[in-house]
């Protein structure tokens, strides 16, 4: 089954919305220096980093809609996982980060990049997922981007790099050295430890990716029966 019309003119208008507002929101961070995930380090983030890839993975997209190429099992699994990463940057800055930031939350930067890119990429999956090749198996590779960044970001912890002037972490539930330390509890933010909340951001993960499954697979069964 191919795109119809309609289908290749709303995942182009949808990746090409994501890919405009994520250059835009990533310039926009990295000019802003006294913003928080702006400046030098911006690049740092995992918020930039899923903007990025979820940007690159709809460019290329692009390419194999305008040259009527199809995608292969591989593209299939790469578009899921950059599709749930961007997700969970979308879901953690609104549900988590933005409560702690007050006013200073919904900036233009911020609404490109934490609302704006993970709709319009959201919205792009399903509409192309129809036609992709995806198994239950394949969703456990949607931890793998999270999993590589806490790495990361437990590095640059022990090695004291700075995400922000003042912190060696670059969100306040992968700060260590916070009340709740690694495994710990604590009535004030972070609330729980580090891990816990890794834990728990990979469950979450997990259950998107079959959520977004099963809704695909009610698509499918949609246009099977048009």
């Known amino acids: 089954m191919e795109l119809s019309f309609k289908q290749k ?39 930039i980093q899923s903007n990025i890839l979820i940007a690159v993975i709809c ?6 809609v305008l040259l009527k190429s199809k995608a292969n099992n591989i593209w299939s699994v790469i578009k899921l996982v950059s599709t749930i ?17 007050g ?16 709709v319009a990429a959201v919205i792009d999956f399903f509409i192309v997922g129809v036609h992709l090749s995806l198994k239950k198996k ?15 970001a437990g590095i640059g912890y022990a090695a004291d790099w700075k995400f922000t002037k003042t912190a060696n972490y670059p969100y306040f539930f992968l700060n260590y050295g916070s009340s709740a330390g690694a ?6 933010l972070p609330y729980m430890g580090v891990v816990w909340w890794i834990l728990f951001l990979l469950l979450l993960l997990i259950g998107l990716g079959f959520l977004y499954l099963k809704i695909i697979d009610l698509l499918k069964k949609k246009y099977s029966n048009d």
Do not use: E, Q
Request: aromatic share 16%; no cysteine; hydrophobic share 60%.
């Open 9 to 47: 003119l709303s995942t182009i208008i949808f990746k090409l919305i994501v890919i405009i507002s994520a250059i835009i929101g990533i310039i926009l961070s990295a000019i802003k220096s006294d913003a928080f995930m702006g400046g030098s380090t911006v690049f740092m983030y995992f918020t």
């Open 59 to 64: 460019f290329i997209g692009l390419g194999l």
């Open 85 to 101: 990463s961007i997700t969970l940057t979308g879901l953690v800055f609104t549900f988590v980060l933005a409560p702690t930031l």
């Open 103 to 118: 006013n200073d939350a919904w900036s233009l930067n911020n609404v490109l990049t934490h609302a704006v890119v993970p």
């Open 138 to 152: 394949d969703v456990f590779f949607v931890v793998i981007p999270p999993l590589m960044y806490v790495i990361y």
């Open 183 to 188: 495994f710990g509890f604590s009535s004030s």
